[in-house]
């Protein structure tokens, strides 16, 4: 009897933890989706037209470019 009751405290005590994280993996799963459209939409950009990244070395202070092309639409 005394721990039945201990373990309905504890389930009481954990029920709203549980609750929250539930709603962080909800949360996660929605950013998830938004970073999935984003590198979908700049991979057929880069698909459709070419792309160029330009980086300058932090350490030296080197200019660097890098062109990205693309010839064809990836197939789904």
Not at 12 to 22: F, G, K, Q, V
């Amino acid at each position: 009897m005394a721990k039945q009751d201990e373990m309905e405290k504890a389930n009481e005590r954990s029920a709203p933890d549980i609750e929250r994280l539930i709603k962080r993996i909800e949360q996660l799963d929605k950013r998830l989706d938004s970073v999935d459209s984003i590198v979908s939409a700049v991979a057929e950009r880069v698909m459709r037209q070419p792309i160029t990244l330009s980086l300058t070395c932090p350490k030296c202070g080197q200019k660097l470019e890098i062109a990205i092309l693309g010839t064809e639409k990836p197939g789904r």
